[in-house]
């Protein structure tokens, strides 16, 4: 199994989660996070005064997928997310070992 975190556009999330959807990937957690990467933030002006935005505002989400789905995920986030330009985000891959369903007790691929 694998994890699959996407940091995106906070503005993407609704297609993300639609395209998902239309791929049947039935479950997912989505976090409201900040941060930066090379964009490294930006400056704006309120009230005549200038100050700088270190942290800009996406969204995090995070799911978890038997190996065999692990590409198609990845590619439906990737056309989904992608603007084209800076801060698109970035998706990491992560090995899961074992997942267990609080409800049942049900381990692996059958309790996600």
Known sequence: M???EAIIKPFKL???KEKLNASGIQGMTVSEVRGFGRQR???ELYRGAEY???FLPKTKIEIVVPDHLE???ID???AAAQ???IGDGKIF???VEEVIRIRTGERGEEAI
Do not use: A, F, L, R
């Open 71 to 73: 590409e198609m995920v």
């Open 76 to 78: 439906t986030v990737m």
């Open 93 to 95: 891959v992560t090995p």
């Open 41 to 43: 933030g930006h400056t």
């Open 2 to 4: 694998k994890k699959i």
């Open 52 to 54: 700088v935005v270190d």
């Open 83 to 85: 603007t084209g330009s």
């Open 14 to 16: 609704d297609e993300v």
